[in-house]
């Protein structure tokens, strides 16, 4: 039981590029959440999803998209990568709205 | 929308010594507090939360109190060690129903010097 797994753990891109972050959870989770930690700001949720082929914005959800095409994995996607966008992303899941959020080990994307 | 206040941004105590973490929200509607605790290089864990109709909650040398009236809640944890050194993140959340939306403190780094 691997929990919460995200790939890549760290990511150098140059402004304008575009990429995808992949989060995997097996604990058949219903609700996913991609967030962005950034220092002094503590964590923000960019967009959520509460079921398989569902997806709902957060608070900072502008430059990124996401995808929910199977029940254990949500995609963020980048399409057009900028300065702003470097810091450390990190996919939870949990069993229903009311239920601990379950956090993966964090994605660190710098963009040049 | 709700807003969610940590202090202090960084503390240190001896081992052995109590640390105490407080936050503050906004939105009288919120009704979860979790705490996470986030060790370097890695995703945050939940280590204790409470809910609106609890005055305090215990685990072992954690515990967590609310006062609703006052819209304030801390962390508490006694006989530290070296362990606990980490960021802890405070959140509260609202919602029911459908999602819960959660709102983050902006953390406290704990260090307990040996």
């Known amino acids: 039981n691997a929990g919460v797994t995200q790939t890549p753990k760290f990511r150098v891109l140059k402004t304008g590029q575009s990429m995808t972050l992949l989060c995997a959870q097996d604990?058949?989770?219903?609700?996913m959440y991609w967030y962005r930690q950034d220092p002094g700001m503590g964590l923000r949720l960019i967009h959520y999803?509460?079921?398989?082929?569902?997806?709902a914005k957060g608070e900072v959800p502008d430059g990124y998209n996401v995808s929910r095409l199977k029940k254990q994995n949500f995609l963020l996607g980048l399409e057009s990568a900028a300065p702003s966008q470097t810091s450390v992303y990190f996919c939870?899941?949990?069993?229903?709205?009311?239920?601990?959020?379950?956090f993966g080990p964090g994605t660190r994307l710098l963009v040049l | 929308g709700e807003n969610v206040e940590q202090h202090p941004s960084t503390l240190s105590v001896q081992e052995g010594d109590s640390a105490v973490i407080k936050c503050t929200y906004s939105?009288?509607?919120?009704?979860?507090f979790p705490w996470y605790k986030q060790e370097l290089g890695k995703g945050p864990q939940l280590i204790i939360d409470?809910?609106?109709?609890?005055g305090e909650k215990k685990d072992q040398r954690i515990a967590v109190t609310l006062n609703k009236t006052a819209k304030h809640f801390s962390l508490h944890i006694t006989e530290t060690q070296p362990e606990d050194s980490a960021v802890y993140f405070c959140?509260?959340?609202?919602?029911?129903?459908?999602?819960?939306?959660?709102?983050f403190g902006t953390g406290t780094k704990l260090q307990v010097i040996p």
């Open positions: 939870a899941s949990s069993r229903g709205p009311r239920e601990t959020q379950y």
């Open positions: 604990m058949n989770h219903e609700y």
């Open positions: 999803s509460v079921g398989e082929g569902t997806t």
């Open positions: 939105d009288s509607a919120s009704n979860y």
């Open positions: 409470i809910r609106s109709n609890v």
């Open positions: 959140a509260a959340s609202m919602g029911s129903g459908g999602y819960q939306k959660v709102t």
